[in-house]
C-alpha cells in the first residue's frame, strides 16, 4: 500500500505469502524496507528518507514504513509521453543515470551466472509455461509457439556472444523494472525509483536487458522514436557495442514478460488485460523477427552489380559485408587494390584458390553470426558446391538464409567492363563470359535486376530480405561511437 501523506508517500509491506516472496512476518518487511531504500538510493538518493517504525497504542514495535519524498504526478516519464510533452533530454540523462549504475556495479560470479545464455533460455521458459496456463483468450497458442521458436533459435545459435557478454563485464546489479511510470523528470534531473529489491536474481542482468525494459515500455506507449534514442544513448555511455540483434531480443523478452503479467491481470478479472496481453506478444514478434540474424548472398557473374548492390544494401541495414575480391587478394599476401589478372582459372583464380577463398568468407561469416552479427557476402557464387556449404553454415548457426542474384544483359555487362574504373576486380570480358557459362542454375535465389539504376536494384534487395517478416521495422542500428 502507498498513502500519500502531504509532501511525503510511505510505503507499508503487507503481510503476504505469494510463493517467491514472503513478508508474513515483521521481521521479514523490516528487511525489505531496508533493501528497498538503500538499493533504490543508487538513482534517487534524495527521495528514500527512510524507514520509519510504526509504534502499537502500546508502544511496542509493530510495522515499517519506507518514506519517501513525494513526486509529482505531472513529471511522470509515462505521463509526460501520453500529453505529448518533450522528453528527449529527459532520456538522455536517464541513460547516463542507467550506464552509470551499470558501471559501478559490482561483478562476482553469483550475478555472472544470471548472464549465461543458459539462465536466460531458463526464463523464457518459465515465461512461456506461465503463459501457456493462462486461459486460451488470452493469448493465441500459435502466437506462442512461434514466439517460442524464434528465441530458441537466436540462443542456440549464439554461444559465443553471451560469453562475450561475460568476459566484457556486463552482466551487472541493475535496476530490473525500469519503467516510465516511475521515472520523474524534474528541473534538476530525473529520478529514477521502485528497482526490484525482493529478488536479486531478477536484478542480475546484462545491462542491456535492463536498458531494453524502458526501451520497450516507451515504444509500447507510443513513443518509438525516443525508445530507440534510448537505446542509442546507452550504449553511447555504456560503451556497448552488442550487435542490434541483442537489443531486440532483449527487448521482447521484456515485453514478453509484460505480456505475461498482463494476462495473469487478465486472470484475475481485469477486463481490459487480454488486449494490453496479445499487443504485447505482437511487439516481441516484431522484435524477435527484426532481430533474426541473416546471411545474405549476393552473387552474380562479374559485371552484373553485385559488389555494387552488396555495398548499397549493407550501408542501408548496417550489416558487415565480406568481398570474395578482397579476401582472396588478402590470402595471396598483396592489397585489395592491386592487379593479379591471370586467364580464367589461373594464379589466385586457381580453383584451390577459390575453394580457400570461399572457406575463409564462411569461416569469417560463422564468428560473426555466432555473435549475433548478420552477415552479406559478395561472391559469384557460381558453383553449387559453395551455396550449399553457404546453407550449412547458416543451419549450424540457426541464422536466415537470403540468395540474391544479380543479373543484367549482356551489352551492358560488356559496357561496364570497358568503362570500370580500378578496383578489386581483375575480371575482364573473357573472364566475365567464362564464368558465366560455367554457373550453375541458381533457382533458390532471388533474381536482382541491375540494368535501371543501382537504386532500383538495392531496393529490389531490401525488399527480398525484408520479405521474410513483410511487418517488421528496421531500426536499431549501432550507433557510432563518440565521447559525450
Given at each position: 500500500?502507498?498513502?500519500?501523506?502531504?509532501?511525503?508517500?510511505?510505503?507499508?509491506?503487507?503481510?503476504?505469502?505469494?510463493?517467491?516472496?514472503?513478508?508474513?512476518?515483521?521481521?521479514?518487511?523490516?528487511a525489505i524496507c531496508h533493501e528497498?531504500?538503500?538499493?533504490?538510493?543508487?538513482?534517487?538518493?534524495?527521495?528514500?528518507?527512510?524507514?520509519?517504525?510504526?509504534?502499537?497504542?502500546?508502544?511496542?514495535?509493530?510495522?515499517?514504513?519506507?518514506?519517501?519524498?513525494?513526486?509529482?504526478?505531472?513529471?511522470?516519464?509515462?505521463?509526460?509521453?501520453?500529453?505529448?510533452?518533450?522528453?528527449?533530454?529527459?532520456?538522455?540523462?536517464?541513460?547516463?543515470?542507467?550506464?552509470?549504475?551499470?558501471?559501478?556495479?559490482?561483478?562476482?560470479?553469483?550475478?555472472?551466472?544470471?548472464?549465461?545464455?543458459?539462465?536466460?533460455?531458463?526464463?523464457?521458459?518459465?515465461?512461456?509455461?506461465?503463459?501457456?496456463?493462462?486461459?486460451?483468450?488470452?493469448?493465441?497458442?500459435?502466437?506462442?509457439?512461434?514466439?517460442?521458436?524464434?528465441?530458441?533459435?537466436?540462443?542456440?545459435?549464439?554461444?559465443?556472444?553471451?560469453?562475450?557478454?561475460?568476459?566484457?563485464?556486463?552482466?551487472?546489479?541493475?535496476?530490473?523494472?525500469?519503467?516510465?511510470?516511475?521515472?520523474?523528470?524534474?528541473?534538476?534531473?530525473?529520478?529514477?525509483?521502485?528497482?526490484?529489491?525482493?529478488?536479486?536474481?531478477?536484478?542480475?542482468?546484462?545491462?542491456?536487458?535492463?536498458?531494453?525494459?524502458?526501451?520497450?515500455?516507451?515504444?509500447?506507449?507510443?513513443?518509438?522514436?525516443?525508445?530507440?534514442?534510448?537505446?542509442?544513448?546507452?550504449?553511447?555511455?555504456?560503451?556497448?557495442?552488442?550487435?542490434?540483434?541483442?537489443?531486440?531480443?532483449?527487448?521482447?523478452?521484456?515485453?514478453?514478460?509484460?505480456?505475461?503479467?498482463?494476462?495473469?491481470?487478465?486472470?484475475?478479472?481485469?477486463?481490459?488485460?487480454?488486449?494490453?496481453?496479445?499487443?504485447?506478444?505482437?511487439?516481441?514478434?516484431?522484435?524477435?523477427?527484426?532481430?533474426?540474424?541473416?546471411?545474405?548472398?549476393?552473387?552474380?557473374?562479374?559485371?552484373?552489380?553485385?559488389?555494387?548492390?552488396?555495398?548499397?544494401?549493407?550501408?542501408?541495414?548496417?550489416?558487415?559485408?565480406?568481398?570474395?575480391?578482397?579476401?582472396?587478394?588478402?590470402?595471396?599476401?598483396?592489397?585489395?587494390?592491386?592487379?593479379?589478372?591471370?586467364?580464367?582459372?589461373?594464379?589466385?583464380?586457381?580453383?584451390?584458390?577459390?575453394?580457400?577463398?570461399?572457406?575463409?568468407?564462411?569461416?569469417?561469416?560463422?564468428?560473426?553470426?555466432?555473435?549475433?552479427?548478420?552477415?552479406?557476402?559478395?561472391?559469384?557464387?557460381?558453383?553449387?558446391?559453395?551455396?550449399?556449404?553457404?546453407?550449412?553454415?547458416?543451419?549450424?548457426?540457426?541464422?536466415?538464409?537470403?540468395?540474391?542474384?544479380?543479373?543484367t544483359p549482356p551489352q551492358l555487362?560488356?559496357?561496364?567492363l570497358t568503362n570500370r574504373e580500378?578496383?578489386?576486380?581483375?575480371?575482364?570480358?573473357?573472364?566475365?563470359?567464362?564464368?558465366?557459362?560455367?554457373?550453375?542454375?541458381?533457382?533458390?535465389?532471388?533474381?536482382?535486376?541491375?540494368?535501371?539504376?543501382?537504386?532500383?536494384?538495392?531496393?529490389?534487395?531490401?525488399?527480398?530480405?525484408?520479405?521474410?517478416?513483410?511487418?517488421?521495422?528496421?531500426?536499431?542500428?549501432?550507433?557510432?561511437?563518440?565521447?559525450?
Amino acid at each position: 500500500m502507498v498513502i500519500l501523506l502531504g509532501d511525503q508517500a510511505v510505503k507499508l509491506r503487507k503481510p503476504v505469502n505469494l510463493g517467491f516472496l514472503d513478508f508474513t512476518t515483521r521481521e521479514a518487511r523490516w528487511a525489505i524496507c531496508h533493501e528497498e531504500v538503500k538499493l533504490n538510493r543508487r538513482l534517487a538518493p534524495d527521495v528514500y528518507e527512510g524507514v520509519a517504525d510504526v509504534l502499537g497504542p502500546d508502544g511496542q514495535l509493530c510495522e515499517h514504513l519506507v518514506v519517501m519524498r513525494r513526486m509529482a504526478e505531472d513529471r511522470r516519464l509515462a505521463t509526460m509521453i501520453r500529453s505529448g510533452e518533450p522528453v528527449e533530454d529527459h532520456l538522455r540523462q536517464v541513460a547516463r543515470m542507467v550506464a552509470s549504475l551499470h558501471g559501478r556495479s559490482s561483478r562476482d560470479p553469483l550475478i555472472d551466472r544470471q548472464g549465461e545464455v543458459q539462465a536466460l533460455q531458463g526464463r523464457w521458459t518459465a515465461s512461456f509455461e506461465q503463459v501457456r496456463a493462462l486461459p486460451d483468450a488470452v493469448l493465441d497458442a500459435e502466437v506462442i509457439q512461434g514466439i517460442e521458436r524464434l528465441v530458441l533459435r537466436f540462443l542456440d545459435g549464439r554461444g559465443p556472444l553471451f560469453a562475450n557478454r561475460l568476459s566484457e563485464g556486463r552482466i551487472v546489479d541493475g535496476h530490473g523494472d525500469l519503467l516510465a511510470d516511475d521515472i520523474f523528470c524534474l528541473d534538476d534531473g530525473p529520478r529514477i525509483l521502485d528497482c526490484l529489491e525482493f529478488d536479486e536474481r531478477l536484478r542480475f542482468l546484462d545491462g542491456l536487458d535492463d536498458a531494453a525494459f524502458l526501451a520497450m515500455d516507451l515504444e509500447r506507449l507510443g513513443a518509438l522514436r525516443p525508445a530507440e534514442q534510448f537505446l542509442h544513448w546507452y550504449t553511447e555511455f555504456s560503451g556497448d557495442l552488442a550487435p542490434p540483434s541483442l537489443w531486440h531480443h532483449y527487448v521482447a523478452y521484456r515485453a514478453f514478460v509484460r505480456a505475461k503479467v498482463a494476462g495473469l491481470r487478465h486472470q484475475q478479472g481485469d477486463s481490459g488485460a487480454a488486449r494490453e496481453a496479445r499487443e504485447l506478444a505482437e511487439l516481441t514478434l516484431r522484435h524477435l523477427r527484426a532481430g533474426a540474424v541473416t546471411l545474405v548472398l549476393v552473387g552474380g557473374s562479374p559485371a552484373t552489380g553485385k559488389t555494387t548492390t552488396a555495398a548499397a544494401i549493407a550501408d542501408r541495414l548496417g550489416y558487415p559485408l565480406l568481398h570474395s575480391d578482397r579476401i582472396r587478394k588478402e590470402l595471396a599476401g598483396i592489397t585489395p587494390e592491386q592487379h593479379a589478372p591471370a586467364p580464367f582459372g589461373e594464379g589466385i583464380y586457381r580453383r584451390e584458390w577459390t575453394e580457400r577463398t570461399y572457406h575463409e568468407l564462411l569461416s569469417r561469416a560463422e564468428t560473426l553470426l555466432r555473435h549475433g552479427e548478420p552477415v552479406i557476402i559478395d561472391a559469384s557464387w557460381s558453383d553449387t558446391g559453395q551455396r550449399e556449404a553457404a546453407r550449412r553454415l547458416a543451419r549450424h548457426t540457426s541464422s536466415d538464409l537470403v540468395a540474391l542474384h544479380c543479373t543484367t544483359p549482356p551489352q551492358l555487362i560488356a559496357e561496364r567492363l570497358t568503362n570500370r574504373e580500378d578496383g578489386m576486380s581483375d575480371a575482364d570480358q573473357a573472364i566475365a563470359a567464362a564464368i558465366t557459362a560455367k554457373a550453375v542454375p541458381w533457382p533458390d535465389a532471388i533474381e536482382i535486376d541491375t540494368s535501371a539504376s543501382p537504386e532500383q536494384a538495392t531496393e529490389q534487395a531490401l525488399a527480398a530480405i525484408h520479405a521474410r517478416w513483410p511487418t517488421v521495422p528496421q531500426r536499431f542500428r549501432r550507433p557510432q561511437m563518440k565521447p559525450d
